[in-house]
């Protein structure tokens, strides 16, 4: 739990697990818009949904592994609970539940004054994080964002609430300090990385995975208009592709496994060592870092209108979408890796009717398509292969596109690049698409938007049920591993 205070009294050591999950008993699940859940979300627990708002009085996001009584993790997950709060206007306390293994903010502090019994065995002192967040109850404290709100997302590298990690960057350059913190994250989580390792010695990767993480010389790391710079000459040169080029893409990686049986997860980690270099959001946030954002949000959010197979096909999408990605570390170019697709010509005559006969643009979409298909079921494919397809919503909600002033969904990028989407092109889409290409689209698009939300620029690898993830991928690849 978040401990805060200018002068807090010692927590007692030698916690019962018991007495913490009395203490927090009456944390809520809920819901907060301004922070990126859904609002389809159910778990308001009654709360009337105004618009796009949520009136409930609590709410929450993230889930962090608790059930370890080590300090060390819950302070990560403190940590991480301040700086998803601060990013939100509604209410003034913030509290950790070991019970919901949450992070929750509510409009006013109902915990008693003082430090509970039986809280984790370590000093309050450890767990104070920001000076602005003066004295409370162990399992609340009112929060003043105004000294934290400079950030933001032109913050400097930091971020949307990420932090350099500078105890780790001390005579390391990039692929050392990111090896370090993946090493702290299987500490924490019990599991061990020689296989993560072994492939940075592989032949395929020993000289080409440095080339998944652009820096400088002397390793400094690019500035928000050097990484804009280089973002819009990256989609100069893809909207540049032709047939010959996607045809010699294909027949390069399309082939023989390049890594043989490898697990999952261990290829997860395996993204932790590039970046999207297009995405000015995430910036220097790495691929894994990504994918694991985006597995809380899908979890965070119970869709009681789908059944339970709807919300594991969601979860495993968010783990594995962007393993194409990984052809960065294998020394592909940006070019016909990143980018949002487009479809190529779409007021051509169509030679296949439906999503499948979509002539667009080659990325890590298509790449990670060829390597897990014969894993998934068609729905998660269609996320593999879709995903960055910028036209999909145009598909999806066609009369929404209709209803919107034009520059509403054109962004300054699109117009310089000459790529935003014009009604005429719409229209001839959607003459295309039969009602089963809208039903594949709407499961993309519901993806898509976890994806979009969940993003935020961040060092900080996400805490998640390491057990649950395993049974996830599990349930779709056998023995957990994939011919890669």
């Not at 996001?61 to 998803?84: D, E, H, I, Q, Y």
């Not at 596109?401 to 117009?415: C, E, G, R, V």
């Amino acid at each position: 739990a978040a401990v805060a205070g200018a002068a807090p009294a010692p927590v007692a050591r030698g916690a019962r697990p018991r007495d913490v999950e009395q203490w927090l008993s009456t944390a809520s699940r809920g819901f907060c818009a301004t922070t990126g859940i859904g609002t389809f979300d159910s778990s308001c627990g009654g709360g009337e949904q105004v618009g796009n708002a949520c009136s409930h009085a609590h709410g929450c996001k993230g889930t962090f592994n608790l059930s370890p009584r080590f300090s060390r993790t819950w302070a990560v997950a403190a940590t991480r609970c301040l700086r998803l709060c601060e990013r939100c206007d509604r209410c003034n306390f913030v509290s950790i539940s070991r019970k919901l293994r949450d992070c929750s903010w509510f409009e006013r502090c109902d915990s008693a004054p003082g430090p509970p019994h039986g809280a984790p065995g370590t000093p309050a002192s450890r767990l104070r994080l920001h000076p602005d967040f003066p004295h409370g109850g162990f399992r609340s404290g009112a929060f003043n964002r105004s000294g934290v709100r400079g950030g933001g997302r032109g913050g400097g590298r930091g971020g949307r609430g990420g932090r350099n990690v500078t105890k780790y960057r001390a005579g390391r350059n990039e692929l050392q300090v990111r090896m370090a913190q993946l090493q702290e994250y299987a500490s924490l989580n019990e599991y061990n990385l020689s296989s993560v390792q072994s492939f940075l010695e592989h032949r395929d990767l020993r000289h080409q995975v440095h080339r998944g993480i652009h820096l400088e010389r002397g390793g400094r790391r690019w500035d928000n208009s050097e990484f804009e710079s280089h973002t819009r000459g990256t989609y100069k040169r893809h909207h540049m592709q032709t047939p010959k080029t996607r045809a010699r893409l294909m027949r390069r990686w399309g082939g023989a496994p390049i890594l043989g049986s490898v697990g999952v997860w261990d290829l997860l980690h395996l993204l932790h060592f590039t970046i999207d270099h297009t995405d000015t959001v995430l910036r220097y946030t790495s691929q894994f870092i990504h994918c694991l954002q985006v597995y809380q949000t899908v979890l965070a959010d119970p869709m009681p209108e789908h059944d339970d197979t709807y919300r594991r096909d969601m979860r495993i999408a968010a783990l594995v979408h962007d393993f194409g990605k990984l052809l960065t570390v294998f020394g592909e170019r940006d070019e016909n890796v990143d980018c949002m697709n487009r479809i190529k010509d779409p007021l051509a005559p169509p030679k296949q009717r439906g999503l499948d006969g979509l002539e667009v643009e080659w990325n890590h979409d298509e790449f990670g398509y060829i390597k897990l298909r014969r894993y998934l079921p068609p729905r998660v494919r269609d996320v593999m292969r879709y995903h960055s397809l910028r036209e999909l919503k145009y598909i999806v909600a066609p009369d929404w596109y209709k209803n919107q002033p034009h520059q509403a969904h054109t962004s300054q990028m699109d117009i310089d690049l000459h790529v935003e989407v014009t009604p005429e092109e719409v229209a001839a889409l959607n003459r295309r698409m039969d009602p089963s290409d809208l039903e594949r689209g709407k499961f993309v698009g519901h993806f898509a938007y976890f994806d979009a939300q969940s993003k935020m620029e961040t060092e900080e690898i996400p805490v998640i049920d390491y057990a649950e993830v395993q049974q996830l991928i599990l349930a779709y690849f056998p023995d957990g591993k994939i011919e890669w």
